[in-house]
Every structure is written in structure tokens, then in C-alpha cells.
């Protein structure tokens, strides 16, 4: 009986120190957080999720994993799980105007405009100094053609930040839209100006230049745009080969 009684307690003593190693190396809520930063900056999506998951699992109310995770499964293109964890985080947090501004980043992504577009009123209304919701809900506005709520926007995103290289961009796109092509001009050179890496603006203004008929330029702005790794639609390049008498 003696023996058995200090085995037992030896089993128990074992079992104790197993626990109390395996908790040493178990990670926390914020070391998980933390870890999921690290992967993402890092390129690692997929991984980033994982330690976020984690993290959750732990601690189910903590926003920042949440919107951390949307930002993650975003760049993965899952749109839906995105938009999940983001009105998850909305929930714990609800004036978080980076948080409304990225829901409606994914809603923008699906199509979903007016969804977009509330979020991004959200967004504004809790913090009226952000160029980037103005642009984004411009971006939008322009989407559905109105163009007066549009321009109104992407001014003020520039007021706010006159280097905001994607604000001149769309507000390009909205000129060229109307078929004002000298303002969308001038627009997209001052991008390119601020940023001559920035490949978008080049693939817009290629198109810009089509239009005012202005062919080896635009030529040159789609070479320009596929170096920078942005494709340009292959039915525009094939209108301009033909403009240029390179296709049939």
C-alpha cells in the first residue's frame, strides 16, 4: 500500500510539472497578436490568420484581432470573412472610424456600393479629418455617376492631404468619365509627380491619352503600367494597337 501511495503521488508530482512546462510555452492573447503582426508584415497571410485565430480563442473579445484578421483574409480576397471580423470588431467597438472604413473597403469589393458608402459615412462622421474615407467614398460616388457628391469628396481628400497620390488618381478617372480629359490630364501627371512609381495612375492616363489621340504616349503609359506590375485591360491595348496599326 505504502509503494502504491508514493507512486501515486510521484504520477501526480510528473503530471503537475508536465502542466506547469506546457503553460510556460503556451502562448498569451497578445504574444499570438502579436506573432500574427509579424507574419503579415512578413507576407505570411495564411499564418498571420492562424495566430490571430488563436488569439481570439483565448480572448474572444479583443477588437483589434478581429480587425487584424479582416485586414488578412482582405488580402486573401475573402471578402465575406473580412467584412465578418470587421463588424465583429464593430461590435466590441463601435466608433472605430478605421474599422467602418475598411468594412466598407470589403462591401467596395463585392460590389456592394451603398453598403460601402454608408461605412464610409460612418467612417467620416467619427473621424471628419480622414482623407482616406473621403477618397474611398468618392472612388464610390464615382461608381454610381454622380459625380458632383464625387468631386466633392476627392477634393476634400486632397484638402486634407494634398500629396494623396490615389485621391488625384480617381479624381482623373472621374474627369475622364465626364469626358473632361485636360482636367483628368492634369490630374494624373500631378500623381505621377507625387509617386512615378505609382502604376495605376500610368494605366489611366493611357487611356487619357487614347482618347485626345495622343497614340505612342498612351503606348508608352501601358508599357509603363505592366513594368510596375499593373495590367491594363487587353480590349484597350487592343484598340490602341489597332489606333497604332499594330493589330488587325
Known amino acids: 500500500m505504502r509503494k502504491s501511495r508514493v507512486f501515486l503521488i510521484a504520477f501526480l508530482i510528473t503530471i503537475g510539472q508536465l502542466v506547469l512546462t ?24 495564411t499564418q498571420a490568420i492562424v ?5 481570439i480563442e483565448i480572448d474572444p473579445d ?26 465583429k470588431a464593430i ?20 460590389g456592394m456600393l451603398d453598403q460601402a458608402i454608408l ?12 482623407p482616406d474615407a473621403y477618397n474611398n467614398r468618392g472612388f464610390d460616388y464615382s461608381k454610381e455617376h454622380n459625380f458632383t457628391q464625387a468631386l466633392a469628396d476627392l477634393n476634400k481628400a486632397i484638402e486634407l492631404d494634398p500629396n494623396h497620390v ?8 472621374a474627369y475622364a468619365k465626364q469626358n473632361d480629359f485636360t482636367q483628368a490630364m492634369a490630374d494624373l501627371d500631378k500623381a505621377i509627380a507625387i ?10 492616363r493611357a487611356v487619357v491619352y487614347y482618347h485626345l489621340s495622343h497614340y505612342n504616349k498612351a503606348w508608352a503609359d501601358v508599357h ?4 510596375l506590375g499593373v495590367n491594363v485591360n487587353p480590349r484597350f491595348v487592343q484598340r490602341l494597337m489597332e489606333s497604332l496599326g499594330m493589330g488587325g
Open 119 to 130: 461605412d464610409y459615412n460612418k467612417a467620416i462622421q467619427l473621424r471628419p479629418n480622414d
Open 224 to 227: 509603363k503600367a505592366d513594368e
Open 195 to 204: 509617386d512615378p512609381k505609382y502604376g495605376k495612375a500610368y494605366s489611366n
Open 22 to 45: 506546457f503553460n510556460c510555452f503556451a502562448l498569451t492573447t497578445e504574444e499570438y497578436f502579436d506573432q500574427g503582426l509579424g507574419d503579415a508584415k512578413q507576407g505570411n497571410i
Open 51 to 55: 495566430d490571430f485565430t488563436k488569439a
Open 166 to 173: 490615389t485621391a488625384y488618381v480617381n479624381r482623373g478617372i
Open 62 to 87: 479583443f477588437p483589434n484581432v478581429y480587425y487584424n484578421r479582416g485586414l488578412a483574409y482582405y488580402a486573401q480576397g475573402n471578402y465575406d470573412q473580412a467584412i465578418s471580423d470587421y463588424t
Open 91 to 110: 461590435e466590441i467597438k463601435p466608433n472605430d472610424a478605421l474599422t467602418y472604413n475598411n468594412r466598407g473597403n470589403a462591401f467596395d469589393a463585392q
